[in-house]
């Protein structure tokens, strides 16, 4: 069921990086996995419970290490030559658009992790000074 589902996804979008991801693209797969994945759990309890100022910084890390894998991608699927590949790739403006589509908002949500992180009140460490 689930390599139907790949394929269905693989056919529809005509995501190659799927089926025959490039080294660079299992480096980022390999971060996901062991970097990213691991973060999330301790994330979704610093934002459920609230008021967590230490998840500033491993907010700040994680959003950072995703937006510049995700410029990678984007840039792959908006300029790589697609006619070479193996598998179907993007062929049309509107292809790639779609495709692009279908990864930018894993851009958009670490930015605006990322946007949160350095502007909120609720998570700058505003250090207090003693007054003599």
């Given at each position: 069921?689930?390599?139907?589902?790949?394929?269905?996804?693989?056919?529809?979008?005509?995501?190659?990086?799927?089926?025959?991801?490039?080294?660079?693209?299992?480096?980022?797969?390999?971060?996901?996995?062991?970097?990213?994945?691991?973060?999330?759990?301790?994330?979704?309890?610093?934002?459920?419970?609230?008021?967590?100022?230490?998840?500033?910084?491993?907010?700040?890390?994680?959003?950072?290490?995703?937006?510049?894998?995700?410029?990678?991608?984007?840039?792959?699927?908006?300029?790589?030559?697609?006619?070479?590949?193996?598998?179907?790739?993007?062929?049309?403006?509107?292809?790639?658009?779609?495709?692009?589509?279908?990864?930018?908002?894993?851009?958009?949500?670490?930015?605006?992790?990322l946007f949160t992180m350095l502007h909120s009140p609720h998570y700058s460490h505003v250090e207090k000074r003693k007054r003599k």
């Amino acid at each position: 069921k689930l390599t139907e589902l790949l394929q269905w996804y693989v056919t529809t979008f005509r995501d190659p990086l799927m089926l025959q991801p490039p080294e660079w693209f299992k480096a980022f797969i390999y971060c996901e996995a062991f970097l990213q994945l691991p973060f999330f759990p301790i994330a979704g309890y610093a934002f459920l419970k609230g008021g967590c100022r230490w998840i500033r910084t491993p907010a700040i890390i994680y959003s950072t290490h995703v937006a510049t894998t995700l410029f990678a991608i984007l840039a792959h699927v908006l300029f790589h030559d697609f006619s070479k590949s193996e598998h179907l790739g993007p062929r049309t403006l509107r292809e790639r658009l779609i495709l692009l589509s279908v990864y930018v908002p894993y851009l958009v949500i670490p930015l605006l992790i990322l946007f949160t992180m350095l502007h909120s009140p609720h998570y700058s460490h505003v250090e207090k000074r003693k007054r003599k």
